[in-house]
């Protein structure tokens, strides 16, 4: 059975999820939870309170709701990038091309954000490389001896946000598949041996 407190935050997530953060109310999130205002005031202070306990479930959320059902029965650890890229544009398909990744929007929202937050947003982000560079790190024996699997996870990072941020303002698929294709093309031609054994 859940708490108010995690009825809270979980309403909170999901009004700044569909809405943004800004135009999201306390009064919006005490409804959705089926809570009293106090309730809300004494677990989260301040509306920016709230926002870090949203930030900090995400981080719990990464691993179970979104890598894992990604990487169910794709063993490649290559593949399992591409994987990952495809939930994505399955979650911009089911939305109507209005799905967007929720770290990436409040970061863009929020442009200078108090240091709690930002660094919320850090780790959110790092946790999210982290988890990729884990699949270029397992496929190290297939890139050059020179690759950084945490700087080719960064670049898989920056083409899911710009794609997704593409796909909604033009509603439509073509610029995040145009850059998901470069990327695995980008990728190929780093895992394919080239004449005399080099890359």
């Known amino acids: 059975m859940t708490t108010t407190r995690e009825r809270l935050v979980e ?21 959705r939870a089926d809570a009293h205002p106090g309730s809300l005031y004494h677990a989260f202070p301040t509306k920016q309170d709230l926002l870090v306990a949203v930030l900090e479930n995400y981080l719990t959320r990464l691993r ?17 990038v591409f994987a990952l890229l495809g939930l ?22 929020l442009h200078d954000p108090d ?10 982000f ?5 988890a990729v560079e884990e699949c270029f790190a397992a496929a190290v024996d297939r890139l050059p001896a020179d690759a950084d699997p945490k700087k080719l996870a960064t670049f898989v990072l920056t083409t899911m946000e710009g794609g997704v941020m593409l796909a909604r303002s033009y ?10 294709a470069s990327l695995r093309d980008y990728i190929a031609r ?7 054994g080099t890359r």
């Open 190 to 196: 780093l895992t394919t041996p080239r004449t005399g």
């Open 126 to 130: 790092d946790q999210w490389i982290g």
């Open 64 to 80: 179970p709701q979104i890598v894992g059902p990604a990487w169910q029965d794709v063993d490649d650890p290559i593949e399992r």
């Open 171 to 180: 509603r439509s698929l073509d610029a995040f598949d145009a850059a998901v």
């Open 115 to 124: 240091p709690p937050v930002r660094a919320l947003l850090v780790r959110n």
């Open 88 to 109: 994505y544009r399955k979650l911009l398909v089911q939305s109507d091309h209005l799905f967007g990744c929720p770290i990436g929007s409040i970061a863009l929202e």
């Open 11 to 31: 309403s909170a997530r999901q009004l700044i999820a569909e809405q943004g953060y800004g135009p999201t109310t306390v009064a919006q999130v005490v409804k």
